[in-house]
T-cell receptor, first 113, second 113 residues
Framework: AQSVAQPEDQVNVAEGNPLTVKCTYSVSGNPYLFWYVQYPNRGLQFLLKYITGDNLVKGSYGFEAEFNKSQTSFHLKKPSALVSDSALYFCAVRDLLTDKLIFGTGTRLQVFP | KAGVTQTPRYLIKTRGQQVTLSCSPI?????VSWYQQTPGQGLQFLFE???????NKGNFPGRFSGRQFSNSRSEMNVSTLELGDSALYLCASSLRGPYNEQFFGPGTRLTVL
């Protein structure tokens, strides 16, 4: 079965520092991977996706993610964190057998001024 | 383009009652998915509809049901409410296809007393 894992419940980073939110996946076949962000009392917002092509994917709000097939990872990154980036981040993979979108457990990012 | 809308935004019910939540997808999106989000269980998939047909179903009891209308609007119903049904219910719409991202509504916060 397809799955994603987000090994960190929370990531703390100082404003201006680079940030990484980790995600690893387990799929059979080519993975379709997604990152979403959720601000308090809001729905999820799409950030970026990897379908095929370049391993470095650029998305909204200055975020990018690096697809690494050998490490089965799809970590979310940003060169310089903002306090406003503080939110809950979800990694997801498309299960090609069922067509369901499988979400990770989420990582809370806290950016301190 | 207008985003995904969900009504109502907040709902308070008592045990044993039933509730109906509504979702209007982005224009042109015929796929609608529903998720339950709780602090303990994270994001759990409820069901997906496409062209008025349920395409996928998660592991929820039969008290949870849904439907989709010809204009792609969707409703979900929970009968005989239990305290554990208190959650944020999220609706997402998308174009059909595994590589397409889902667009989420703001959610309906259901509290069962």
């Amino acid at each position: 079965a397809q799955s994603v894992a987000q090994p960190e419940d929370q990531v703390n980073v100082a404003e201006g520092n680079p940030l990484t939110v980790k995600c690893t996946y387990s799929v059979s076949g080519n993975p379709y991977l997604f990152w979403y962000v959720q601000y308090p009392n809001r729905g999820l917002q799409f950030l970026l996706k990897y379908i095929t092509g370049d391993n470095l994917v650029k998305g909204s709000y200055g975020f990018e993610a690096e697809f690494n097939k050998s490490q089965t990872s799809f970590h979310l990154k940003k060169p310089s964190a903002l306090v406003s980036d503080s939110a809950l981040y979800f990694c997801a993979v498309r299960d090609l057998l069922t067509d369901k979108l499988i979400f990770g457990t989420g990582t809370r990012l806290q950016v301190f001024p | 383009k207008a985003g995904v809308t969900q009504t109502p935004r907040y709902l308070i019910k008592t045990r044993g009652q039933q509730v109906t939540l509504s979702c209007s997808p982005i224009s042109g999106h015929r796929s609608v998915s529903w998720y339950q989000q709780t602090p303990g269980q994270g994001l759990q998939f409820l069901f997906e509809y496409f062209s008025e047909t349920q395409r996928n179903k998660g592991n929820f009891p039969g008290r949870f049901s849904g439907r989709q209308f010809s204009n792609s609007r969707s409703e979900m119903n929970v009968s005989t409410l239990e305290l554990g049904d208190s959650a944020l219910y999220l609706c997402a719409s998308s174009l059909r296809g595994p590589y397409n991202e889902q667009f989420f509504g703001p959610g309906t916060r259901l509290t069962v007393l």
